[in-house]
């Protein structure tokens, strides 16, 4: 019995570990550092390459692809709620 006990106790530990790992995850992911470092490595990378082929206004124009991916990584509530009302309605059937 006290073994049982045991195993419920460190399985508990376990779980408990990998919930703390899969927030700090998801924390990761909706970070505004997260956000703010990779837009500022897109910026970076685009003013470079636009730079080096001879782009006339590089650090200008730098700011559309990484508007573009501002706005690709972006979650748009309103589409995805609707996906996941359809995929949870398609799943129940």
């Known amino acids: 019995m006290k073994d049982k006990i045991q195993n419920l106790e460190a399985e508990l530990l376990e ?4 919930n703390a790992r899969v927030e700090a995850d998801k924390a990761w992911e909706t970070s505004r550092f997260r956000i703010f470092s990779l837009l500022l490595i897109t910026y ?3 003013a470079f ?3 080096e082929i001879g782009n006339q206004n590089p650090f200008r124009n730098a700011f559309i692809p990484t508007i ?3 706005l690709s990584i972006q979650s ?3 589409l995805k709620s609707r996906w ?5 309605e398609k799943r129940s059937v």
């Open 15 to 18: 779980i408990k570990s990998r």
């Open 68 to 70: 573009g991916y501002f």
């Open 84 to 88: 996941i009302r359809s995929y949870l």
């Open 76 to 78: 748009l509530p309103f």
């Open 49 to 51: 390459i636009l730079y």
């Open 44 to 46: 970076g990378i685009s």
